[in-house]
């Protein structure tokens, strides 16, 4: 039977501190699919749960999860399902990341060979967001509802997960506090600026990876692919004049980790980096940075401070936006400006069963562009997939230079070996 819906509800604060924020998945190439299907699947799960925050409304001003009457459905549902006019990943990728932030936490995104969907990101991080799409896909084939997305899921991991990592602790708390080395950005003469969000990706295929994975052999024996594509990212940006803030550069860590690995953990779970990278011209000290900080537990403390931070400022907000009505408003780039890395891995992208692929898996891609916060932010996704790999990068290129980033992931996927070669060489200058 349909339950009926309950009062708006407040959206939890690990994922309202991350609302101003929003991040693409694409895919394809993929046969055409019609939009009826994907809005049954989603109205399948209205009628089970209105309450699910997937097909509520998020009202931004109160910051909460608004259940969308019966009388509103159908037009609620027309929104979360649209069609591009375009053919090009990154194109379609863009449209998406420009629109507006409305009360539409998920849509999903259909276009010629192109299928995939926008998130608000205080409805969940890539992990959760995968398995959102993954139960529409499982559904829209079984004509069915997504009920993966109604089982119940740890009610208060960040509790959970400091308590399990640190318990009352407060002196190693203070310990792992005080290893955060990651420095503010230096003040620096700047110039006006607009935000303009570009992006851009490369599939690299099986003769890329395999001339990466002979490299290891040689050279870096046990370290990931994902640490090798980090170190020829940041060579290829020095060598096409776009030398990243290399004590700026930083990568998302997946908390779930520090909850369990059998606990269901819906909407957001994830943290910057607290420390700089020591060296990253050296995939076996980027892999190691990576381990250690993890296994220190700093990402965890980081989101917590974070999150406690941000619930203040969302309280004080009538305050300052009296007394500073201008307060967060980014109009100008430092000069010259330098790329602020955000260095993150989808690790081997789990398959989605449902998709309607039209080219075999060495032909396929898969995009996730995250939206740069910042005029000197560029977010990094690297991911393999069989025996591709894919690097996507999102940024302003009212800041940097389109062609320059498309020159610098070209090198990445057809001369990787150079490129760490490259960075090899300079590391030992």
């Known amino acids: 039977m349909p339950r009926h819906p309950h009062p708006s509800r407040a ?29 049954a699947a989603l109205a399948a799960l209205m009628a089970a749960d209105p309450d699910h925050p997937l097909v509520c409304r998020l009202d931004r001003d109160r910051g909460r999860w608004v259940p969308v009457p019966p009388a509103r459905r159908s037009a609620h549902l027309a929104a979360m399902v649209v069609r591009l006019d375009t053919a090009s990943p990154a194109g379609a990728a863009e449209d998406l990341m420009r629109a507006p932030l409305d009360d539409v936490p998920f849509r999903i995104a259909l276009a010629d060979g192109i299928l995939g969907f926008r998130i608000a990101h205080s409805l969940g991080d890539v992990r959760a967001a995968y398995d959102i799409f993954g139960a529409i896909l499982d559904a829209t084939a079984t004509d069915g509802t997504p009920s993966a997305l109604l089982e119940p899921s740890e009610p208060q991991p960040m509790r959970t997960a400091l308590t399990r990592t640190f318990g009352r602790d407060l002196r190693r708390i203070q310990a792992v506090r005080a290893t955060r080395n990651r420095p503010a950005a230096p003040r620096r003469p700047s110039q006006p600026w607009q935000p303009s969000y570009a992006v851009e990706t490369v599939s690299g295929q099986a003769p ?43 990568s998302l860590f997946d908390l779930r ?23 990253l011209t050296d995939p076996a000290a980027v892999q190691q940075d990576l381990q250690a900080e993890g296994e ?30 201008q307060a967060g408003i980014v109009d100008r780039v430092p000069v010259p400006a330098a790329p602020e890395l955000s260095l993150n891995s989808m690790g081997r992208v789990r398959a989605w069963p449902a998709v309607p692929w039209s080219a075999p898996e060495s032909d396929r891609w898969w995009l996730v562009a995250g939206e740069a916060p ?32 498309a020159q610098a992931l070209s090198r990445v996927v057809q001369q990787p070996a150079e490129l760490l070669e490259a960075a090899a060489v300079r590391r030992t200058a």
């Open 11 to 39: 959206v939890a604060a690990r994922d309202w501190v991350w609302r101003d924020f929003q991040w693409v998945s694409l895919v394809g190439p993929v046969t055409a699919t019609e939009p009826a299907s994907y809005r």
């Open 208 to 250: 890329a990876l395999r001339a990466m994975k002979a490299w290891r052999r040689d050279h870096a024996s046990g370290v990931s692919i994902t640490s090798l594509l980090y170190v020829a990212v940041c060579q290829a940006l020095v060598e096409v004049g776009l030398a990243p803030a290399w004590d700026r550069a930083g």
């Open 257 to 279: 980790r520090y909850v369990g690995q059998r606990v269901r953990v819906d909407g957001n779970m994830v943290s910057a980096s607290g420390r700089r990278f020591t060296d």
């Open 296 to 325: 220190s537990g700093l990402p965890l403390l980081a989101a917590a401070e974070w999150i406690a931070i941000d619930a203040v400022k969302w309280r004080l907000r009538p305050i300052v936006s009296r007394l500073r009505p």
């Open 374 to 405: 910042a005029p000197e932010a560029m977010m990094v996704a690297v991911h393999e997939d069989g025996a591709n790999f894919h690097v996507t990068m999102s940024f302003h290129e009212s800041t940097f230079q389109r062609s320059l980033v």
